[in-house]
C-alpha cells in the first residue's frame, strides 16, 4: 500500500511561485487556496488563487482591505475575482509549482493589455472585447471557501477554553480525483501554537534535521507547547475552530511524523 503524500499549506505551497511547466515562465504566485468539500464533509484543496483579490483577504486588516478596494476599482467584471488555477493543471510541487494546460489569463492583467497596450501602434495586440462591457463572474470562478482564511483562527478544545491559534494546515494527497491522474490534497489536521507568530519554517516538526542544529533546538523549545490536531479531532472550522478533546490531549508538534 502506497502512503499518502503529506504537505503543510502555509510550509509548501502558500506564497510559492507557479511556473509554466513547459517553458519555466512565472505565471503567477499561491496566495491562496480554494476548497470544497468532499461526501464526507472533509475539506480538499481544487484550485490555486493569485492576485490581490486572494492575498488581501488572506492578509486582513486594513492592509488587505485597501488592497482588495484598489483592485476592485480597476477591474472589469461586476463581481471580480481572483485568478483562478485549477489542481488538474498541477504537475508537480516542489521549491515551485509546475503548471501544464492553458490557465486563464488574469483579468487585471487582461484589463490594462486591452485598455492600455491595445491602443498602442505596433503592439499588435487586438482589444477585443469592448472595454465599456462590464461581464459578470462565472460561478466556477466565484468559488469555495479559503484555505489560507483558517490561518490565525482561533481554537477552542472541547472545555470552550481558548487555546491558541492555526498556524498551519496539513494536507494529505488522499482526497478526490482531481483530473485524470491525481487525487486532491485534503486536510489531514490543524497545527495550533499559543504564540502569535509569522510563518513557521519546519524546524519545528518532527524528526527534521534539515539547518543548523542550535537553530533546530531554540525553535523546537519556543514552540514545545505547539499541538497537532487530526481532522477527526475537529468538531468545527467556524470563526473560532471548535476541538472535540481537551487540548492537552493533541500530540505534541515535535511528535508529528514527516509521513
Not at 512565472?26 to 490581490?52: H, Q, W
Not at 509546475?98 to 485598455?115: C, F, S, T, Y
Request: with cysteine.
Amino acid at each position: 500500500m502506497s502512503t499518502a503524500r503529506i504537505l503543510h499549506a502555509h510550509l509548501h505551497l502558500l506564497d510559492r511561485q507557479v511556473l509554466r511547466e513547459d517553458d519555466g515562465a512565472l505565471v503567477c504566485k499561491v496566495d491562496d487556496l480554494e476548497m470544497a468539500l468532499d461526501d464526507s464533509g472533509r475539506p480538499y484543496v481544487t484550485a490555486i488563487l493569485a492576485g490581490p483579490l486572494a492575498l488581501g483577504p488572506r492578509i486582513g486588516g486594513l492592509p488587505g482591505w485597501l488592497m482588495v478596494q484598489t483592485t476592485e476599482l480597476f477591474r472589469p467584471e461586476e463581481d471580480p475575482g481572483p485568478q483562478r488555477i485549477p489542481m488538474e493543471f498541477v504537475s508537480d510541487i516542489g521549491s515551485a509549482i509546475k503548471i501544464g494546460g492553458d490557465p486563464v489569463e488574469p483579468a487585471l492583467e487582461r484589463w490594462a493589455r486591452v485598455n492600455f497596450v491595445a491602443p498602442i501602434p505596433g503592439s499588435n495586440v487586438r482589444r477585443g472585447e469592448s472595454a465599456d462591457r462590464r461581464p459578470e463572474r462565472t460561478d466556477e470562478a466565484r468559488g469555495g471557501p479559503r484555505l489560507g482564511l483558517l490561518l490565525k483562527r482561533p481554537v477552542m478544545d472541547a472545555s470552550g477554553t481558548r487555546r491558541g491559534h492555526v498556524v498551519d494546515v496539513r494536507l494529505s494527497q488522499d482526497g478526490p480525483m482531481v483530473g485524470q491522474t491525481q487525487q486532491a490534497l485534503s486536510i489531514a489536521g490543524l497545527i495550533v501554537s499559543t504564540r502569535h507568530s509569522g510563518q513557521l519554517f519546519g524546524y519545528e516538526r518532527s524528526m527534521n534535521r534539515l539547518g543548523p542544529a542550535p537553530v533546530r533546538a531554540l525553535i523546537r523549545r519556543v514552540y514545545r507547547d505547539a499541538r497537532y490536531a487530526t481532522w477527526e479531532q475537529v468538531a468545527d472550522l467556524g470563526d473560532a475552530i471548535r476541538l472535540t478533546v481537551e487540548f492537552d490531549r493533541l500530540l505534541p508538534l515535535a511528535e508529528l511524523p514527516d509521513r
